[in-house]
Structures are given as C-alpha cells and as structure tokens.
C-alpha cells in the first residue's frame, strides 16, 4: 500500500486509497416459503487525488495492486480534466483513535444454512401462534466488513467486523379484514438473534390489527415506535445536523446551539460505540477518529455534525461523520449510530396511562418530508387506537406538521429500545408525544 | 456445466444453472465536474432446483465449479425446508432461437477514460452553447453481459453483448429564473453517442425553460416526450400485460383481447430484436427464445406476455418474457424493449400545428400510479407550454387521470424515436394526446 501511494505521489499533491472488502450472505421469504439463498463478496478500491486543488477520483473492484495502479493513473487523468476546487483544503491528518471492541470472527464465516434455519423457525413459530397469519415477506443477514484507508499525510486504519440482522413481515387475514404489513426485526453483532422476540412481537401486533378502527380529526397523545421514529427523522430531522447544510444554509438549526429545541425528555447523540450498535467503527469513511457527538442534550440542540471537507471549509474540525458511499466513491456527512436514550418505563405502562390517542408502529411517506424546515405529512400505517389504556385495533390516518413541533412535545421515552438497521442506523425506544394532531383517514 | 447439472440431478428432479457475467465502466458528472470513474465486474450464478415440486433457489458470485456445487447444496437444503408448490409445473424445454447481431466487442474492452472524454466534451459545450447553464449531473456507462442458462430439459444457451449509454442533467440560472433539471440522453450498441445532440436538445430546453409560463385548468392537446412516456408507461401501463396479473385478477385487460383499447395512431410491442435496441437477446432469463410480442396493434389489444412458470400456470406457453432479477435470483414476467411505432412527421411540425397546448419532457411521481385500474396522478415537470405553435416558456401542471382514457386520445407520433434505457427500456417517439385536462399550479 506504502508503494502505491508513493506511486501516486508522483502526480498528485495529495492522495488517499481506500480498500474495502465485504461478504454478505442472505435468505430471504416470500409467503411463508424461503424464496433465495445467497452469498456474495468482494473488494473495491477508491482512489482520491488532489493536484493543484483538482479533484480525481476512481473505483474499481479489486485490490489487486497492478489494478489499484491503473485507477491511481485515471483518478490522475480526471483529476487534469477538471477545473480546481477553490475551497478544498487538505486530506485529513493522522488522529487517535479509541480501542475498537473485538470483533465477533464467527460472523465472518458464517453460512446462509444458519439464516435459512432461523427464518424457517420463525416462519412455523409464527404459524402455531396465529393460524391465520401469512409471513409475506423477509429477510435474515449477515454482513463483515474489512476496511483499511491509508494516504499521503500518514493516516493508515485498518478494521474489521460485522453484524447480523433478520425482519420478518407479517399480514393476516380473519374474515373480511385483512391486516397491512406488520414488520419486527433484530440486529446484532452476534448470531443469536430472537426469532422468539420477533414473532411474539409481530403476532401481537397482528392480533392487534384484526380489529379495524376509524380514525377521525383529533389532537391526541401519540406513542412512536422505533421504526416510525427512524423513518421520520431520518428524513426530516437528522440531515439539519449536518455541517454541510449549515455552510449552504440549508439546515433551520444554523445559529442555535444551545437553544431548546426539543422537550428536556429527549437526548440524541450519533456513536458507534453504544452497546447495541452493529457497526463500532473506530475511523470514518476517510479514517478520522470516530467519537460520540451529540446532538440534543435534554431538549438542548449541540451541534453539527462535520466530515472533513466541509469542516475545513468552515474553518472546524471534522466530527467523524465522512461516510463513504461506495456507489459513487464520494465521502458525505451521515451519521453511525443515532441513539435516542431510554426511559424508565416499559411501553405497555406507556400505554396503559393513554385515555384515548395512538401507538405508530411504521410512517409511508417519510422520505418526502423537508429537512429544509422539517414540515413533513406521512400516513401512520401500521398504527393502532389506543382507549382506556389498552389497544383497541388498529387505525389509518395522516400525520401532516413540522418535526421541531413534535420535539417540543416529547415526554416520555420507553425503556425499551430497538436497533433499526435501515435507512440511518438507528437505537431508540419508544417515544410518547403530547397534543399531536392526526386527520383521520 | 453438464457435470453440475448432473450433480444436482442427484437429488433434484429438475435443475437449472444461469450464469452471468458483467463488466460495468461509468464516470459520472457533478456540478460542471468528472466526479468519479469506475470499473466492475464479476461474476453470478443462481441455482434454481425443484424437488417433488419443492423449489430451492440459491445465488453466489462466483461461477468457480467449487461454489457452484455448495450453491447447489444450499438449494437442496432450501428445497427441503420449504413445503411444495402446488402449481409448479416445470422447468422450460428447449426451443430454436433466432439468430442474434454480432455483439460489438469494443464494448468489452471499453475504458472509463473514453467516458470521460465524452462527459468533458459534453460540459464544455453545454457551457459554450449556454454561459448561464451548469451541467448539475450526468452519468456516461457502458456495460457488457455473458451469460449462459442451462437446465435438466437441455436448454443451454449462452449469449453475449454490451451497451452505452450516455445523460446529462443542465440546470439553467437567469436572473430569478432557475429551470428545473433538463435530461437529455443517447443509447446505444457502439461507442458512437451522440455528444453533440444531447448537449443540442437539452440547451434548447434550458432556454425555453428560461421563460416560466404560469398553467391553469384547461383541457388542451399534449405532447409527451419519450421520458415522460416511459416513465408513467412503466407504472401505470405495462405490468398490465403480464400474464401473472392476468391469473391474479390484477389487470384490467382481462378478457378484453382484440378490444380497441387505445386510438388506431398507437402501435406497441415488446422485441428486444429493433434495430435501436441496446439489448437484442436471443434468449429470457430462463433461457425460452425471445420473439416480437404485440401488445397493441392499430390501437387494438393482441395479448399478454408470460414467462414459463405463469405461462405453464395458466395453461398457455411462455412468450420469451422470464426476466431474471439478480439480487433475488427469481424470474418474473418483464419486458426487453418496448416499441411504439414511430410516425411520419417531426416533433418540430407536430408542435407547429398546436394553438395552444404542452409539451411533456418529464413527470414526477409516475411511480405511485395503480396498473390494477391505471389510474395516475403526475406532476408534468419539465414542461412546456405551446401557443401559436411554437414553444413559449415552461410550465409546472399536475395530469390526473386514467392511462387507458389517454390511449384513446393519442392522435400522432413524431418520426424521432429515441432509446430511454432506465426502468423499462422503450424506444419511443413523441407522441401527441388530445383533450387533455390538466390542474394548473
């Protein structure tokens, strides 16, 4: 690698090389059957040269060094093509980085058989407890990640380690109703995920959802699941965290660190480290330390979240937050690890206190929502009518308003709290929120 | 090959192994910018074996005999655990396939550099051509396939070939104007784009698009572009032609075979053997010899397409439409090229002739259409309106309606044909609707 990058400083001012290998494996269901089993892997280098300010940048997916030679010799090329960056600073410096918890090596091995097994037992365990459930959909996997990003100023990280996940959806059908799409998942840095814990949960819900209930105008308390919470923020309300935006002047919390922005309940911070997280990277998509930032401190916004570029572009410090995208090479600011801290309280005590007012399990609809201003308007489905402290059946409605609104709002979060793996990588409980206004549908 | 399949013959009734292999280049714009070239490649095999009806279907990236053979193990495993499918019938017999154009092997070797060279040739003159416009995005590929499917009946059947394709995407700032994003793109089995007329045909939309025209309620006559026409053809008109959605109840062209069901000016049919096509297969995804399908004829409707599962299902014969997804490894019923027969005159004196009226180049929001009824609700963006024909500036409406009341209303298409190879890939015209009524914005 140490020759490579000399190779390419023969040309460039600076330049970093990124190899990346994974291996994924997979299985997945379609109507109670497993539909696909599936391995895959493999290696991808990028290359990032800077000359004169000019910007080259290369895939290709290998490692090979003689192949790594002949991207460094396009990203140089491209790099001549095009016109200079005036604000580009520099490629990170070396950082120290936090001792990385050790990662789990079974799930470098392990084999679809094992995914196979556990959705086959959550597909019967589902079937004995609802006869009348269907598992339409899901999907077990297992990912390991190797990493290693090294460049001209003298960083060079290497690390390793994987996750895996399983969903399971369910519908089911009793006389005329038949109920919407029911998702429950796991995901954790071990192999032993809870089938049990997933079908118990989904079933519930189902049995919950045989009931339909109208919904109608009204301004109630709402309790948002983690799925729902992860949907919505991760389009309405975490891209304003981002340095990027507050250079554009796209983000409304530029000027406001230390304002309230959200209710004293609500503590959110971005670290891969948490306990629960799957993915505990110790460097960034360009190897600059990752470290816990955060984001709301008892309802108090924090700060932003930077990569390198655009925090040198600010005249700041990059967070930790450059994220590769291995699609396009490029590095933008995303999070790791969003964590919403806990409560006390279970969510069925949650439930048990409402009078009247729902419980969001899922939102359709969230990615159109504007972190501009953070106005959003998403259909709460799965979502069920909670009366007299207890479930009644599930409802539809629409959810229209301004996420800083519902921050204000929050006022109880629930012990318990859930990995979502999708979208942003989310850890967060189940949150209850005052005087929302739903339309019924 | 032969030896896997008989291997997997051990234990399977019927087997099939489709191999492929790719090798992707691409360099894509952003902001006026190369932002990235990259090259990929490799290879992918999916094992589809049935036992006892039972089907076991497993995928890895590799086509090394080794793992082909653990592959085959996998589907026996899966195969095992599920319960049968009642209605498999079985895998496809051997047929004669017509004889395919000789693939352009330059495309196999095609470097990212010649990419780039097009996309640098490409901005320098949008920006020439246009000081106030920037080229926002763009993207130029060429990719290349090998595949050969082989199963237990004696299908085997191998096939080879590539594409280029070249977009890009010009937003123009005048004063208080900014248009919206403009596209403009070229495919095609050379190397040979057509740089020039991109560039051409998007500058000359920027400028019209420099003039913002307010829209208001009216029914006028329409004239959508050929990425407007894919784009709500994809969702809200094709998925009915599938013979699933004909078992299934899903389609509205049930029973409805030499019906009249769109005006005699419209012809369409799915051959991926036209002479624009960018991918003139021999054979489906599960190796049944692909043919011309008419779908409609003079306005008339001649018939759905099937692969051989739905095909075998409904008691009929797969017309060559298997398509294989090759993240899931499953076939389902899809489309290699659709054709709508191109008219006589040009767009220029099709618009010539329009008092008052739009020309469509792009919609939003095609994707949420109902192919169930055909219903749709899009946002015509870019769009132009037309008075005392000639272009007058842009406009922003919203087209609410049914696809097949649209069919009705097509009175003319332009002799231009132009090859859109996103979602569906369609070679389309302009094409000239009458009566349209539109929501101002």
Redesign the interface.
């Known amino acids: 690698m140490e020759n490579l990058i000399r190779y390419g400083e023969r040309f460039f001012d600076e330049l970093e090389i990124a190899v990346y290998r994974s291996r994924d494996v997979s299985?997945?269901v379609e109507l109670?059957?497993?539909?696909?089993?599936?391995?895959?892997?493999?290696a991808v280098t990028v290359i990032r040269g800077i000359k004169n300010r000019r910007?080259?940048?290369?895939?290709?997916?290998s490692d090979e060094p003689e192949r790594v030679k002949k991207?460094i010799d396009?990203?140089r090329?491209?790099a001549r093509?095009?016109?200079p960056?005036e604000k580009w600073v520099s490629l990170p410096d070396p950082g120290k980085y936090r001792e990385a918890p050790k990662p789990n090596y079974e799930l470098k091995e392990a084999s679809?058989?094992k995914l196979?097994e556990m959705l086959?037992r959550g597909i019967k365990l589902a079937r004995e407890k609802d006869p009348n459930a269907v598992v339409a959909g899901g999907e077990g996997g297992v990912s390991w990640r190797e990493e290693r990003i090294v460049n001209s100023h003298g960083v060079d990280v290497s690390q390793e380690g994987g996750a895996a996940f399983l969903f399971l959806e369910l519908v089911g059908r009793k006389g005329d109703v038949v109920t919407p799409g029911i998702f429950d998942f796991d995901a954790r840095r071990d192999l032993n995920l809870d089938v049990e814990g997933i079908v118990e949960k989904a079933v519930q819900k189902v049995k919950w959802a045989y009931s339909v209930k109208a919904s109608k105008n009204e301004e109630v308390p709402v309790i948002l699941g983690p799925w729902a919470i992860a949907g919505l923020f991760s389009y309405a309300l975490l891209p304003a965290f981002s340095g990027e935006r507050l250079v554009k002047e796209t983000t409304p919390l530029a000027g406001r660190i230390g304002e309230r922005i959200a209710s004293e309940t609500l503590t959110m911070y971005d670290d891969p480290f948490h306990e629960l997280s799957i993915q505990p990277v110790i460097a960034d998509g360009e190897g600059v330390p990752t470290r816990k930032n955060v984001l709301i401190e008892n309802g108090t916004f924090r700060g932003f979240v930077w990569d390198n570029y655009w925090a040198k572009v600010h005249g700041t410090e990059s967070t930790g937050n450059g994220k590769r995208d291995l699609r396009?090479?490029?590095i933008s600011i995303g999070f790791h690890n969003v964590v919403i801290e806990k409560g006390k309280r279970s969510l069925e005590d949650m439930i048990a206190e409402i009078d009247r007012g729902y419980f969001v399990d899922g939102f359709q609809g969230a990615h159109s929502s504007n972190p501009d201003n953070g106005n959003f308007a998403v259909t709460a489905n799965p979502a069920f009518l909670i009366e007299d402290g207890e479930v009644k059946g599930a409802s539809v409605f629409l959810m229209a308003g301004n996420v800083y609104d519902l921050l204000k709002e929050a006022s109880e979060a629930s012990r318990e709290q859930t990995v979502i793996p999708f979208m942003t990588t989310m850890i967060t409980p189940f949150v209850r929120f005052e005087n929302v206004r739903i339309a019924g549908k």
């Open positions: 299985a997945s109670n059957e497993i539909s696909m089993a599936s391995t895959r892997g493999g910007l080259g940048l290369a895939i290709i997916d991207a396009l990203a090329e491209m093509l095009n016109s960056d679809p058989d196979v086959v396009s090479g490029g």
